[in-house]
């Protein structure tokens, strides 16, 4: 069964969170087997808009040689101060100079309009469930895709804090945002596992609720343990095997969609990384396998 | 915010002015203290991270105690414009003017 977004899916197979500090490695692997399961590179344009030299230089050479898509953290889809128009508009420059298909973003917030201005503090804020709070982040969200002229795919983010005056769950918000705004679905694995522990959900059951039309590609992460009931999405650990579980079981209900590994803390060297770009590759021919053998039987 | 803002954001507003000014402002209503520290922390060591790496010198010339106290009022006075992250050691470079030419205005008026 495939249901995942093909069509606006163009990216495929395994990709993997570009660091700086992981750019000498990859270009000294560049064509070695090692990393021929990299398939594609995700970048945040608030670390690449408008930079020169070195960095501009380190950006031509992976544009020339991976598809990029972009993964952008300070957008403030939720924010209390009116949506930056004019940084989207050095983002569809951006997009256009490169030849980005897709930009995705957070169901998150990550300014507060102190004194009149937009008030960035860089973060990632969890935004309270409720209808006011559906429709306006939806609102925000067709403005941008109106601004880009191209669909964007939101991601599912983290959070640690539920909102007391909350009135639906988080599948429900996320499901009521993405039909109301028309938008994909930028699915984040670790996020799901991380908040079913934060908040005691059942995180299967909460997969089995995603609209899987929607996704174009999903995340894969570590995180930290801060305590039994407390994970902090710090991007900075290897994966676990729960996390892993539930990736094995979104290709079952959705078909082996592009999948990305987010490393943003304590970097291990290109090949420990490349183990688990690896894995994602494997399961992903594992599920289409299986796919086609369901096929077989059922033809 | 105005008795029209939307109640869920006069509740954003009183999440950020608590991780703004822990010192100052309530944590909000309901909300677990261990939940809300996590934010009070993380959004803060990012920032100081961020600027820190960019200032060496001052940091060396004011010292630790100084210069912690001094990016936590930047953190709590200073609303940042650009979501660039490069930018973010500019924004506390326009803070720092801010409040030197605040303190000579108020020098100059004694003199």
């Not at chain 1, 020169?52 to 889809?77: M, N, T």
């Not at chain 1, 209808?131 to 306006?136: D, L, N, P």
């Not at chain 2, 703004?20 to 939940?35: F, N």
């Not at chain 2, 960019?54 to 936590?72: I, N, T, Y």
Request: aromatic share 12%; charged share 20%.
């Amino acid at each position: 069964m495939t249901t995942f977004n093909h069509a606006e899916s163009t990216i495929n197979g395994v990709g993997l969170g570009l660091k700086r500090e992981l750019i000498p490695q990859i270009q000294a692997a560049f064509g070695q087997e090692l990393i021929s399961n990299i398939n594609f590179v995700e970048i945040a344009p608030e670390n690449w808009i408008e930079v020169g030299g070195k960095a501009r230089k380190q950006l031509d050479w992976f544009v020339e040689r991976y598809p990029i898509v972009c993964h952008g953290l300070c957008l403030s889809l939720g924010g209390l101060a009116p949506l930056n128009t004019a940084f989207l508009q050095q983002v569809k420059k951006f997009l256009t100079q490169y030849n980005i298909p897709l930009y995705t973003e957070h169901l998150s917030y990550s300014t507060d309009g102190y004194k009149g201005q937009q008030g960035y503090l860089y973060d990632l804020l969890p935004i309270p469930f409720t209808e006011e709070a559906v429709h306006y982040v939806a609102k925000r969200i067709r403005q941008t895709q109106d601004i880009l002229g191209q669909r964007i795919a939101v991601e599912n983010a983290s959070f640690y804090v539920q909102a007391p005056i909350s009135t639906m769950d988080e599948l429900t918000f996320i499901k009521a945002v993405l039909t109301e705004a028309d938008c994909l679905l930028h699915l984040d694995i670790n996020n799901i596992y991380v908040n079913s522990v934060n908040f005691g959900f059942d995180a299967h059951e909460f997969l089995r609720g995603i609209p899987g039309e929607r996704i174009v590609y999903s995340h894969v992460a570590g995180h930290y343990q801060q305590a039994p009931d407390l994970l902090i999405d710090t991007h900075g650990e290897d994966v676990i095997d729960p996390v892993w579980t539930l990736l094995e079981e979104a290709y079952q209900l959705f078909g082996a969609f592009p999948t990305l590994l987010e490393r943003d803390n304590n970097i291990p060297p290109l090949p420990a990384l490349i183990r688990e770009v690896d894995k994602i590759a494997t399961l992903q021919s594992k599920s289409q396998q299986h796919t086609s053998m369901t096929l077989q039987v059922h033809s | 915010m105005t008795n029209d803002t939307p109640y869920f954001q006069r509740y954003q507003q009183a999440f950020t002015a608590y991780i703004r000014d822990p010192l100052q402002q309530p944590r909000p209503a309901g909300v677990a203290a261990k939940r809300m520290n996590v934010y009070k922390e993380i959004v803060f060591n990012n920032l100081f991270e961020s600027v820190s790496a960019c200032f060496p010198v001052a940091q060396k010339v004011l010292g630790k105690r100084a210069w912690l106290a001094l990016v936590r009022r930047f953190f709590r006075d200073h609303s940042a414009n650009s979501p660039i992250f490069r930018q973010i050691p500019e924004e506390f470079v326009i803070y720092l003017k801010k409040i030197v030419t605040y303190r000579m205005k108020r020098i100059y008026r004694h003199i």
